[in-house]
């Protein structure tokens, strides 16, 4: 079955700019009609969506954090990425890839990857 | 942005009890709402989708209800696998917004 994996750095400084990846296994990244969408969750609170990119590249961000984020899809490696530029200790989080199922309208998180913990500390 | 807001933030049940809970959109969003399981360390768990759709493989004691502004999730008999938070979603605006999330312990 489809499954996602995330995978980056675990420890960031303050200012410099995460990069997370997803690998997608037991299908294919480039088809059916999915999105791909990161989300995250700080220490203690809830989901925050950050954005999500479909197979034809298209992206659609959070506006808290469009100014920031970028999300990409390599087909060649299956796998999607995060971005996200001038982290501050707020960014501190577990930060999930899912992927986004649905139609008109009725869009849902039908799978999610187990969370990669990043920390934004000096 | 829609808020959602949960309730109780968090509920303490027994093996067998039945439990509900609530999730309130700040504006309506007619059935545009999702429900997901979290377990620490798991990867979450899409549990109900468009308000009462239950999704593939899970357990029908899960079932979800409401429209407008005010859904439910109910466990008709909570199993000790259930012990987990629940979280509501909605999708009807952007940006897609996630309730507080509801824990539910023994």
């Known amino acids: 079955q489809v499954q996602l994996q995330e995978s980056g750095p675990g420890l960031m400084k303050p200012s410099q700019t995460l990069s997370l990846t997803c690998t997608v296994s037991g299908g294919s990244v480039s088809s059916g009609n999915y999105y791909w969408s990161w989300i995250r969750q700080h220490p203690g609170k809830g989901l925050e969506w950050i954005g999500y990119?479909?197979?034809?590249?298209?992206?659609y961000y959070n506006a808290s954090l469009k100014s920031r984020t970028t999300i990409s899809v390599d087909s060649s490696d299956n796998q999607f990425s995060l971005k996200l530029s001038s982290l501050t200790a707020a960014d501190t989080a577990v930060y999930y890839c899912?992927?986004?199922?649905?139609?008109?309208?009725?869009?849902?998180?039908?799978?999610w990857g187990r969370g990669s913990l990043v920390t934004v500390s000096s | 942005d829609i808020q959602m807001t949960q309730s109780p933030s968090s509920l303490s049940a027994s093996v067998g009890d039945r439990v509900t809970i609530t999730c309130r959109a700040s504006q309506s969003i007619s059935t545009f709402l999702n429900w997901y399981q979290s377990k620490p360390g798991m990867a979450p768990q899409l549990l109900i989708y468009a308000a009462s759709t239950l999704q593939s493989g899970v357990p029908s004691r899960f079932s979800g209800g409401g429209s407008g502004t005010d859904f439910t999730l109910t466990i008709s008999s909570l199993q000790p696998e259930d012990f987990a938070t629940y979280y509501c979603q909605q999708s009807y605006g952007t940006p897609i917004t996630f309730g507080q999330g509801t824990r539910l312990e023994i």
């Open positions: 899912a992927r986004v199922s649905g139609s008109k309208g009725y869009w849902y998180f039908d799978l």
């Open positions: 990119i479909y197979t034809s590249g298209r992206t």
